[in-house]
């Protein structure tokens, strides 16, 4: 039996295009690699240490356990999370002038966020400039708030023209070519 009603106009909605990306223009959990979801992971266990104060061995057993968590890259999951909560007070110092606000008015999502991209940006030199931003814009974006998305991208454009400022110009060069 057929619950749907039929539409009074009898016109059908558009198909929705296979392009990967979810209605909100997220990227769908089926295309997304194994990094990309070690920083959701991430985010999600640095939001636990900042809003829940808990502790990093029992956020990381939890997060282990987790649904999905065997598809993720685990070694740059455990980077992440070490990383950002070891050094917390070194990326809190990195994004504080490039802020418009103190760091406790910025929403724990985008704080998580902006930890991961600082962080990438100093110590994961294999990732590119360029992919930190997006990934970072397109955390913000599936878990941060409206516009949260605009402000790590304008927070983390800024601190990559610190810290991989050779990296963006080389950039700038091969581009005019």
């Given at each position: 039996?057929?619950?749907?009603?039929?539409?009074?106009?009898?016109?059908?909605?558009?198909?929705?295009?296979?392009?990967?990306?979810?209605?909100?223009?997220?990227?769908?959990?089926?295309?997304?690699?194994?990094?990309?979801?070690?920083?959701?992971?991430?985010?999600?266990?640095?939001?636990?240490?900042?809003?829940?104060?808990?502790?990093?061995?029992?956020?990381?057993?939890?997060?282990?356990?987790?649904?999905?968590?065997?598809k993720c890259d685990s070694v740059?999951?455990?980077?992440?999370?070490?990383?950002?909560?070891?050094?917390?007070?070194?990326?809190?110092?990195?994004?504080?002038?490039?802020?418009?606000?103190?760091?406790?008015?910025?929403?724990?999502?985008?704080?998580?966020?902006?930890w991961i991209g600082a962080y990438?940006?100093?110590?994961?030199?294999?990732?590119?400039?360029?992919?930190?931003?997006?990934?970072?814009?397109?955390?913000?974006?599936?878990?941060?708030?409206?516009?949260?998305?605009?402000?790590?991208?304008?927070?983390?454009?800024?601190?990559?023209?610190?810290?991989?400022?050779?990296?963006?110009?080389?950039?700038?060069?091969?581009?005019?070519?």
């Amino acid at each position: 039996m057929n619950d749907l009603k039929p539409n009074p106009m009898g016109v059908r909605p558009p198909r929705q295009t296979r392009t990967g990306l979810t209605s909100t223009g997220a990227r769908k959990a089926g295309s997304k690699s194994e990094r990309s979801r070690a920083r959701e992971f991430a985010l999600q266990a640095l939001y636990q240490t900042l809003v829940g104060k808990n502790s990093v061995s029992d956020v990381d057993a939890f997060t282990r356990d987790l649904a999905g968590f065997s598809k993720c890259d685990s070694v740059h999951f455990d980077a992440l999370l070490q990383g950002c909560t070891e050094q917390a007070q070194a990326l809190d110092a990195l994004l504080a002038p490039l802020l418009d606000r103190r760091l406790l008015e910025i929403s724990p999502v985008e704080h998580s966020v902006m930890w991961i991209g600082a962080y990438e940006l100093k110590h994961c030199l294999d990732v590119p400039w360029r992919v930190v931003l997006n990934e970072c814009v397109e955390l913000a974006k599936e878990f941060g708030g409206t516009d949260g998305h605009k402000y790590v991208n304008a927070v983390l454009n800024g601190l990559a023209s610190q810290l991989r400022a050779d990296e963006m110009a080389a950039d700038r060069i091969k581009n005019r070519e």
